[in-house]
């Protein structure tokens, strides 16, 4: 899978760009603020259907424009071609079409193309709260298994519904029957997701330590747990999800009804991340933390190629300038060797071997 035509107009900072992309590793230089980023942003909008630096799609059109086009065209070693186009609207909605067809949903753009991010960003992985991690298997789910997406969104969907019917307060026999539809929606789309994120922890947690050793040069233990609030603060067993669930509900009907709020659910768990035994999140250096969302990244990525078949495009986001010589080296080392785009404001890590080099200055790019 690969990225092989990029076509921009007024997104972000850039006003019109025609670029053909070559199958290896393409370097984009250029100071802060120019654009480089930009340019990884737009090529994963057409794997994600948003930003991957979770911001609004009118914040994407560029000041002053009414919108922002996107195309890209996308092959792979079968020679499928695909071409995803998206009108991303400053007001109003987007409208986006896969082949020339109109799509009602963007997550029907889900498979077409997949794409492995890393960035400076990563660090919160780690270091910040649940929601960030629950985000990680969540994205990751996706990508292996589009029907996830549903479940995502139906979930959300609900817990939506449910809470705003708790806020307004359950006053008669109407309320109360909702209420119970919506417990049995909550149920089944949560049970889903957290089998989902069950399996894949399963998966990811060998592979997360072993790429933590890689990078870091030594062997150390590196642990990752779910756990849920409404299972005894334990990952519960895959069969007994619904029903673990249900019971959970009808345990903290009363204190819900109190704080007009869902407490249960999916959308509390939490993913843990040690390593030597202690909590990554409070007890790593930054270091080590850092070498943590690496890893994180490149077990992801390797996960998905193997359940796909396809190696995700790869998108470097500046990524090495955060990272001491041994590290670099290290990472580089174990990049997959699959189409990559990779920002830089300064030199190379060694190892690095450009297929093509772009300069990128206030929204215009050139060879270099």
């Not at 779910?226 to 603060?233: K, V």
């Amino acid at each position: 899978m690969r990225v092989t035509n990029v076509s921009l107009t007024d997104f972000r900072c850039y006003e019109t760009v025609e670029l053909e992309l070559s199958a290896g590793v393409t370097v984009v230089r250029g100071d802060n603020g120019q654009g480089k980023t930009s340019l990884l942003e737009a090529v994963a909008w057409a794997a994600l259907g948003r930003s991957f630096r979770g911001v609004p799609d009118a914040a994407l059109v560029r000041d002053g424009a009414e919108q922002a086009i996107v195309r890209i065209q996308i092959e792979d070693d079968a020679e499928s071609r695909h071409r995803v186009e998206a009108e991303l609207r400053a007001l109003g909605r987007n409208r986006v079409l896969l082949d020339g067809n109109p799509l009602t949903r963007t997550r029907d753009l889900l498979g077409v193309l997949r794409v492995t991010v890393f960035a400076p960003d990563d660090l919160g992985l780690v270091k910040g709260g649940p929601s960030n991690r629950r985000t990680y298997l969540d994205d990751l789910l996706v990508e292996v298994g589009p029907r996830y997406a549903a479940a995502r969104a139906d979930y959300d969907r609900v817990l939506r519904h449910r809470n705003a019917l708790l806020r307004g307060g359950i006053r008669d026999e109407d309320a109360r029957a909702t209420l119970d539809v919506f417990d049995e929606q909550l149920v089944l789309a949560g049970a889903e997701l957290v089998r989902g994120r069950l399996r894949l922890g399963a998966r990811l947690g060998p592979g997360v330590t072993a790429a933590y050793c890689d990078l870091a040069g030594d062997e150390a233990s590196v642990g990752t747990r779910y756990s849920a609030e409404w299972a005894d603060g334990a990952a519960p067993d895959l069969d007994a999800v619904p029903d673990a669930l249900r019971k959970a509900l009808e345990v903290h009907h009363r204190r819900e009804l109190e704080r007009g709020v869902t407490l249960v659910g999916p959308h509390r768990d939490e993913w843990h991340l040690t390593v030597d035994g202690l909590d990554a999140r409070t007890h790593a250096s930054q270091g080590e933390q850092r070498t943590l969302a690496l890893a994180l990244r490149l077990a992801g990525h390797r996960v998905v190629a193997e359940v796909t078949g396809e190696d995700p495009v790869l998108l470097l986001d500046d990524i090495f300038s955060e990272l001491d010589d041994r590290r670099a080296a290290a990472l580089v080392e174990r990049l997959p060797a699959t189409q990559t785009l990779l920002t830089t404001a300064g030199s190379l890590p060694r190892g690095v071997t450009p297929a093509s080099q772009l300069r990128v200055a206030a929204g215009r790019l050139e060879p270099g």
